[in-house]
């Protein structure tokens, strides 16, 4: 299983980012390996489309589980549709988050938490 978690920086320190679409950075737990990497993040810069970009992007890296502070609605679709299951939390670091995910405290996000293209995802 990986796990993606928006990040401000590169490092298992750093804070979970605002936004999902346009985070600098997600950070992968491989929890079979238990390695990790670093993508950064395509959609970022993107004008329009930046969560969409951002889910391509973790389709086409094999992601399982996605933690974010915020998503919008069509990048919930698209990363459930595509048989991820997306967490939100209110704050805290990316591993402190990861230990979350893997002791099962939290479920998985039923509704966005932004309005449509409010700037925070798509």
Do not use: W
């Not at 979970?16 to 346009?22: A, L, N, T």
């Not at 990497?37 to 086409?60: F, S, V």
């Not at 939100?88 to 990861?98: E, F, M, P, R």
Request: charged letters at 25%.
């Amino acid at each position: 299983m990986k796990i993606a978690v928006a990040s401000r920086g590169k490092a298992m320190s750093s804070r979970v980012d605002d936004r999902f679409g346009r985070c600098p950075y997600f950070l992968v737990l491989d929890t079979t390996s238990m390695t990790t990497e670093t993508i950064e993040n395509a959609g970022q810069k993107e004008k329009n489309a930046a969560g969409i970009k951002a889910c391509q992007m973790l389709i086409d890296n094999d992601i399982s589980a996605v933690v974010v502070k915020n998503i919008g609605h069509n990048s919930l679709v698209t990363l459930t549709g595509a048989g991820m299951d997306v967490y939100t939390v209110a704050s805290g670091t990316v591993g402190a988050a990861i230990k979350k995910v893997k002791r099962g405290e939290l479920t998985p996000a039923e509704r966005p938490t932004v309005g449509f293209q409010e700037g925070l995802d798509d």
